[in-house]
Protein backbone atom coordinates (compact mmCIF):
# COMPACT_ATOMS: atom_id res chain seq x y z
CA UNK A 1 0.00 0.00 0.00
CA UNK A 2 1.38 3.47 -0.79
CA UNK A 3 2.22 5.35 2.35
CA UNK A 4 0.11 8.68 1.16
CA UNK A 5 -2.57 6.24 1.02
CA UNK A 6 -2.07 4.40 4.12
CA UNK A 7 -1.35 7.33 6.36
CA UNK A 8 -5.16 8.43 7.09
CA UNK A 9 -5.41 4.75 9.02
CA UNK A 10 -1.68 4.06 10.09
CA UNK A 11 -0.07 5.48 12.76
CA UNK A 12 3.29 4.41 11.43
CA UNK A 13 4.12 3.32 7.75
CA UNK A 14 7.59 2.53 6.22
CA UNK A 15 8.39 1.46 2.94
CA UNK A 16 11.90 0.12 1.95
CA UNK A 17 13.58 1.83 4.78
CA UNK A 18 17.21 1.47 4.90
CA UNK A 19 20.50 2.41 7.08
CA UNK A 20 23.97 1.81 5.68
CA UNK A 21 26.93 2.71 8.06
CA UNK A 22 30.20 3.13 6.68
CA UNK A 23 32.09 -0.21 5.32
CA UNK A 24 28.95 -1.01 3.56
CA UNK A 25 26.67 -1.79 6.63
CA UNK A 26 23.19 -2.04 6.06
CA UNK A 27 22.05 -1.82 9.58
CA UNK A 28 18.15 -1.77 8.38
CA UNK A 29 18.06 -3.46 4.73
CA UNK A 30 14.56 -2.44 3.25
CA UNK A 31 12.05 -3.21 6.27
CA UNK A 32 8.42 -2.31 5.39
CA UNK A 33 5.93 -2.70 8.06
CA UNK A 34 2.59 -0.64 8.89
CA UNK A 35 1.10 0.11 12.84
CA UNK A 36 -2.50 0.58 12.92
CA UNK A 37 -3.89 3.66 14.89
CA UNK A 38 -4.76 2.80 18.21
CA UNK A 39 -2.31 -0.90 18.17
CA UNK A 40 0.20 -2.38 19.80
CA UNK A 41 3.01 -3.32 17.55
CA UNK A 42 5.98 -5.42 19.29
CA UNK A 43 9.31 -5.32 17.15
CA UNK A 44 11.74 -8.00 18.18
CA UNK A 45 14.99 -9.24 17.31
CA UNK A 46 17.97 -10.40 18.78
CA UNK A 47 21.02 -8.11 19.89
CA UNK A 48 22.53 -6.25 17.09
CA UNK A 49 19.42 -6.99 14.01
CA UNK A 50 18.32 -3.51 14.10
CA UNK A 51 15.84 -2.88 16.38
CA UNK A 52 17.52 -0.21 17.69
CA UNK A 53 18.41 1.90 14.46
CA UNK A 54 14.86 1.35 13.41
CA UNK A 55 13.28 2.75 16.29
CA UNK A 56 15.92 5.80 15.76
CA UNK A 57 14.96 6.33 12.25
CA UNK A 58 11.07 6.42 13.52
CA UNK A 59 11.86 8.96 16.04
CA UNK A 60 13.87 10.90 13.84
CA UNK A 61 17.21 11.19 15.78
CA UNK A 62 19.00 9.47 12.83
CA UNK A 63 18.33 9.93 9.04
CA UNK A 64 17.56 7.40 6.95
CA UNK A 65 19.89 6.36 3.81
CA UNK A 66 16.77 5.88 1.35
CA UNK A 67 13.27 4.71 2.00
CA UNK A 68 10.49 6.78 3.46
CA UNK A 69 8.54 6.46 7.01
CA UNK A 70 5.42 8.13 8.07
CA UNK A 71 4.84 8.56 11.75
CA UNK A 72 1.46 10.08 12.99
CA UNK A 73 0.58 11.32 9.08
CA UNK A 74 4.07 12.74 8.86
CA UNK A 75 7.50 12.36 6.93
CA UNK A 76 10.38 11.32 9.43
CA UNK A 77 12.80 13.35 6.89
CA UNK A 78 10.62 16.12 5.55
CA UNK A 79 8.64 17.42 8.88
CA UNK A 80 10.54 16.04 11.57
CA UNK A 81 9.67 18.30 13.99
CA UNK A 82 5.79 17.43 12.83
CA UNK A 83 6.91 13.73 13.86
CA UNK A 84 8.32 14.87 17.70
CA UNK A 85 5.29 17.23 18.42
CA UNK A 86 3.23 14.35 17.53
CA UNK A 87 5.18 11.09 19.54
CA UNK A 88 6.69 10.14 22.87
CA UNK A 89 9.89 8.51 23.24
CA UNK A 90 11.26 6.27 26.53
CA UNK A 91 14.29 5.07 25.35
CA UNK A 92 16.39 2.38 27.53
CA UNK A 93 18.92 4.86 28.82
CA UNK A 94 17.51 8.34 29.10
CA UNK A 95 19.55 11.18 30.00
CA UNK A 96 18.37 12.97 33.20
CA UNK A 97 19.35 14.93 35.51
CA UNK A 98 20.19 13.04 38.74
CA UNK A 99 20.02 16.09 41.20
CA UNK A 100 16.50 16.93 39.35
CA UNK A 101 13.42 16.03 41.79
CA UNK A 102 10.81 13.82 39.82
CA UNK A 103 8.26 16.50 39.93
CA UNK A 104 11.23 18.95 38.30
CA UNK A 105 11.60 17.05 35.17
CA UNK A 106 7.92 16.40 34.73
CA UNK A 107 7.59 19.96 34.57
CA UNK A 108 10.71 20.96 32.85
CA UNK A 109 9.33 18.33 29.96
CA UNK A 110 6.07 20.58 29.57
CA UNK A 111 8.06 23.56 29.41
CA UNK A 112 10.48 22.46 26.48
CA UNK A 113 6.73 20.95 24.60
CA UNK A 114 5.66 24.63 25.11
CA UNK A 115 3.02 24.24 27.34
CA UNK A 116 2.01 26.70 29.86
CA UNK A 117 3.87 26.46 32.86
CA UNK A 118 0.49 26.11 35.25
CA UNK A 119 -0.98 23.13 32.90
CA UNK A 120 2.29 21.66 32.85
CA UNK A 121 2.42 21.94 36.46
CA UNK A 122 -1.53 19.87 36.70
CA UNK A 123 0.12 17.72 34.35
CA UNK A 124 2.93 16.51 35.81
CA UNK A 125 0.82 15.93 39.21
CA UNK A 126 -1.25 13.60 37.24
CA UNK A 127 1.10 11.95 35.36
CA UNK A 128 3.16 11.44 38.96
CA UNK A 129 -0.09 10.12 40.50
CA UNK A 130 -0.62 8.14 37.08
CA UNK A 131 2.61 5.83 37.90
CA UNK A 132 2.69 5.89 41.22
CA UNK A 133 5.46 8.35 41.85
CA UNK A 134 3.96 11.03 44.46
CA UNK A 135 5.75 9.69 47.26
CA UNK A 136 8.65 10.28 45.50
CA UNK A 137 7.43 13.39 43.33
CA UNK A 138 10.17 15.75 45.52
CA UNK A 139 12.88 13.34 45.43
CA UNK A 140 16.04 13.77 43.73
CA UNK A 141 16.47 11.08 40.57
CA UNK A 142 19.87 9.69 42.43
CA UNK A 143 17.48 8.57 45.07
CA UNK A 144 15.22 6.41 42.51
CA UNK A 145 15.16 2.89 41.81
CA UNK A 146 15.22 1.48 38.38
CA UNK A 147 11.95 0.40 38.13
CA UNK A 148 10.85 4.34 39.38
CA UNK A 149 13.42 5.92 37.02
CA UNK A 150 11.28 3.94 34.52
CA UNK A 151 8.03 4.73 35.55
CA UNK A 152 9.03 8.05 35.55
CA UNK A 153 10.46 7.82 31.41
CA UNK A 154 7.37 6.62 30.56
CA UNK A 155 5.34 9.69 31.97
CA UNK A 156 7.77 12.68 31.02
CA UNK A 157 7.02 10.73 27.30
CA UNK A 158 3.50 11.26 27.94
CA UNK A 159 3.35 15.22 28.82
CA UNK A 160 2.40 16.35 25.72
CA UNK A 161 -0.40 13.30 25.27
CA UNK A 162 1.52 11.53 22.22
CA UNK A 163 -0.49 9.90 19.52
CA UNK A 164 2.13 6.82 18.63
CA UNK A 165 4.45 6.13 21.89
CA UNK A 166 7.69 4.44 21.39
CA UNK A 167 9.27 2.36 24.24
CA UNK A 168 12.95 0.88 23.52
CA UNK A 169 13.16 -2.21 25.72
CA UNK A 170 11.01 -0.33 28.72
CA UNK A 171 11.48 -3.27 31.11
CA UNK A 172 14.87 -4.47 30.60
CA UNK A 173 16.75 -4.87 34.23
CA UNK A 174 13.24 -4.23 36.47
CA UNK A 175 12.21 -7.18 38.53
CA UNK A 176 8.85 -8.82 38.30
CA UNK A 177 6.55 -6.75 40.19
CA UNK A 178 7.68 -3.33 38.57
CA UNK A 179 7.43 -5.02 34.90
CA UNK A 180 3.94 -5.60 35.57
CA UNK A 181 3.45 -2.19 36.61
CA UNK A 182 4.29 -0.90 33.64
CA UNK A 183 2.30 -3.20 31.62
CA UNK A 184 -1.04 -2.20 33.39
CA UNK A 185 -0.06 0.77 32.29
CA UNK A 186 1.00 -0.10 29.03
CA UNK A 187 -2.38 -1.42 28.07
CA UNK A 188 -4.28 1.61 29.60
CA UNK A 189 -2.69 3.81 27.47
CA UNK A 190 -3.65 1.94 24.59
CA UNK A 191 -7.23 1.04 25.70
CA UNK A 192 -7.21 5.34 25.68
CA UNK A 193 -6.13 5.01 22.11
CA UNK A 194 -2.23 5.80 22.46
CA UNK A 195 -0.98 3.76 19.82
CA UNK A 196 2.12 2.04 20.94
CA UNK A 197 5.38 0.97 19.34
CA UNK A 198 7.40 -1.16 21.92
CA UNK A 199 10.62 -2.99 21.05
CA UNK A 200 11.36 -5.83 23.40
CA UNK A 201 14.00 -8.63 24.53
CA UNK A 202 11.26 -10.40 26.54
CA UNK A 203 8.69 -12.86 24.69
CA UNK A 204 6.19 -12.90 27.44
CA UNK A 205 6.09 -9.20 27.00
CA UNK A 206 5.16 -9.04 23.26
CA UNK A 207 2.97 -12.32 23.75
CA UNK A 208 1.52 -10.52 26.65
CA UNK A 209 1.11 -6.54 25.20
CA UNK A 210 1.61 -6.84 21.44
CA UNK A 211 -1.21 -6.92 19.16
CA UNK A 212 0.87 -7.81 16.55
CA UNK A 213 4.51 -8.99 16.32
CA UNK A 214 7.20 -7.95 13.59
CA UNK A 215 10.69 -9.88 14.05
CA UNK A 216 13.77 -7.94 12.53
CA UNK A 217 17.37 -10.04 12.19
CA UNK A 218 20.17 -8.89 9.79
CA UNK A 219 18.65 -6.04 9.07
CA UNK A 220 15.03 -7.17 7.41
CA UNK A 221 11.77 -8.36 8.70
CA UNK A 222 11.87 -11.84 8.73
CA UNK A 223 8.46 -12.65 10.24
CA UNK A 224 5.42 -10.50 11.38
CA UNK A 225 1.43 -11.27 12.32
CA UNK A 226 -0.46 -11.53 15.54
CA UNK A 227 1.44 -14.25 18.52
CA UNK A 228 -1.31 -17.03 17.60
CA UNK A 229 -1.08 -15.91 13.79
CA UNK A 230 2.82 -16.90 14.34
CA UNK A 231 2.81 -19.60 16.27
CA UNK A 232 0.07 -21.34 14.35
CA UNK A 233 2.43 -21.03 11.07
CA UNK A 234 5.40 -21.94 12.31
CA UNK A 235 4.94 -24.28 15.36
CA UNK A 236 3.52 -27.40 16.34
CA UNK A 237 2.49 -28.48 19.46
CA UNK A 238 4.63 -30.57 21.63
CA UNK A 239 4.33 -33.50 24.43
CA UNK A 240 6.34 -33.65 27.31
CA UNK A 241 7.22 -37.27 28.01
CA UNK A 242 8.36 -38.28 31.43
CA UNK A 243 9.05 -41.83 31.95
CA UNK A 244 9.82 -43.44 35.28
CA UNK A 245 13.62 -45.18 34.36
CA UNK A 246 16.21 -43.19 32.94
CA UNK A 247 18.47 -46.08 31.32
CA UNK A 248 14.98 -46.24 29.19
CA UNK A 249 15.66 -43.24 27.76
CA UNK A 250 17.25 -43.75 24.77
CA UNK A 251 14.76 -46.48 23.68
CA UNK A 252 11.70 -44.37 24.57
CA UNK A 253 13.64 -41.61 21.91
CA UNK A 254 13.69 -44.28 19.24
CA UNK A 255 10.22 -45.27 19.72
CA UNK A 256 8.50 -42.14 19.44
CA UNK A 257 10.98 -41.02 16.63
CA UNK A 258 8.35 -42.11 13.95
CA UNK A 259 5.63 -39.88 15.25
CA UNK A 260 7.71 -36.72 15.21
CA UNK A 261 10.50 -34.39 16.04
CA UNK A 262 12.02 -36.00 19.32
CA UNK A 263 14.76 -34.04 21.40
CA UNK A 264 15.30 -34.59 25.09
CA UNK A 265 13.44 -32.56 27.87
CA UNK A 266 14.45 -32.35 31.12
CA UNK A 267 15.29 -34.91 33.53
CA UNK A 268 14.15 -38.62 32.44
CA UNK A 269 12.12 -37.28 29.36
CA UNK A 270 11.48 -36.87 25.89
CA UNK A 271 9.51 -33.65 23.64
CA UNK A 272 8.33 -34.64 21.08
CA UNK A 273 6.78 -32.38 18.63
CA UNK A 274 3.87 -33.27 16.50
CA UNK A 275 0.89 -31.63 14.59
CA UNK A 276 -1.56 -34.65 15.97
CA UNK A 277 -1.20 -32.55 19.89
CA UNK A 278 -3.32 -33.99 22.34
CA UNK A 279 -4.44 -36.47 20.22
CA UNK A 280 -1.19 -38.09 20.29
CA UNK A 281 -1.21 -38.98 23.81
CA UNK A 282 -2.78 -42.26 23.82
CA UNK A 283 -0.68 -43.31 20.95
CA UNK A 284 2.59 -42.54 22.80
CA UNK A 285 1.57 -43.98 26.12
CA UNK A 286 0.24 -47.33 24.10
CA UNK A 287 3.32 -47.39 22.31
CA UNK A 288 5.55 -47.32 25.27
CA UNK A 289 3.44 -49.26 27.38
CA UNK A 290 3.68 -52.04 25.03
CA UNK A 291 7.31 -51.95 25.36
CA UNK A 292 7.42 -51.96 28.58
CA UNK A 293 8.33 -48.62 29.30
CA UNK A 294 6.15 -46.99 31.98
CA UNK A 295 5.03 -43.86 31.60
CA UNK A 296 4.95 -41.44 34.52
CA UNK A 297 3.75 -38.17 32.84
CA UNK A 298 2.37 -36.48 29.64
CA UNK A 299 1.54 -32.95 29.06
CA UNK A 300 0.61 -30.41 25.98
CA UNK A 301 2.66 -27.35 25.52
CA UNK A 302 1.24 -24.90 22.77
CA UNK A 303 3.90 -23.65 20.82
CA UNK A 304 5.24 -20.38 22.23
CA UNK A 305 6.93 -17.32 20.40
CA UNK A 306 10.24 -18.92 21.45
CA UNK A 307 9.59 -21.55 18.57
CA UNK A 308 9.02 -19.23 16.07
CA UNK A 309 12.13 -17.04 17.20
CA UNK A 310 14.10 -19.94 17.09
CA UNK A 311 12.29 -21.16 13.57
CA UNK A 312 12.94 -17.79 11.53
CA UNK A 313 16.11 -16.39 13.21
CA UNK A 314 18.19 -19.74 13.67
CA UNK A 315 18.85 -19.57 17.43
CA UNK A 316 16.80 -18.58 20.75
CA UNK A 317 16.20 -15.35 21.75
CA UNK A 318 18.68 -13.40 23.57
CA UNK A 319 16.14 -12.91 26.75
CA UNK A 320 18.03 -9.83 29.17
CA UNK A 321 17.74 -11.08 32.45
CA UNK A 322 16.55 -8.88 35.31
CA UNK A 323 18.70 -6.86 37.73
Not at 11 to 30: M, N, Q, S, W
Not at 239 to 266: F, K, N, T, W
Amino acid sequence: MPAAAAAANDAIVVEDLVRTYPGGLRAVDGINLEVAEGEIYGFLGPNGAGKSTAVRMLTTLLRPTSGRALVAGFDVVKDAASVRRNIGVALQEAALDPLMTGRELLELQGALHGIPRAAARARGADLLGRVELEDAAERRLATYSGGMRRRLDLAMALVHEPRVLFLDEPTTGLDPASRSALWREVRLLNDEGTTVFLTTQYLEEAEQLADRVGIIDHGRIVAEGTPDELKAKIGQPALHVQIVDEARLDEARQLLAPLGACSDHAEHGVMLRTSEGARAIAPVVRLLDEAGIEVQTVEVEQPSLDDVFLAVTGHPAEEAQPA
